[in-house]
């Protein structure tokens, strides 16, 4: 049984290291940075990042607001 298992991984692990072969890459990369587009793409998604822990810090900065009136009047 194990030996069954350990072959299976193997098999497994092979397929895997094959499909990250280098030689053949995607070719939209290729292209969007031929054309330029990758930089635009790139700026969508830092935007998009951005605007998220913009608004995860400012939700930090009101919940905190919130714990300390209620531990206020609390006391």
């Known amino acids: 049984m194990s030996k069954n298992l350990v072959s299976l ?3 497994f692990i092979s397929i895997f290291m094959k499909a ?3 030689f053949n890459q995607p070719q939209m990369a290729d292209t ?3 054309n330029g587009k ?3 793409v790139i700026s969508v ?4 990042f ?3 822990v913009y ?3 400012r939700m930090d900065k009101k919940v905190k ?3 300390d009136k209620l531990n206020e009047k609390g006391n």
Do not use: C, N, P
């Open 65 to 67: 607001k919130l714990e």
């Open 45 to 48: 998604i830092a935007l998009i």
């Open 38 to 40: 990758i930089y635009v």
């Open 55 to 57: 608004f995860l810090v």
């Open 20 to 22: 990250q072969d280098t």
């Open 9 to 11: 991984l193997f098999l």
């Open 50 to 52: 951005l605007s998220l």
């Open 32 to 34: 969007m940075r031929s």
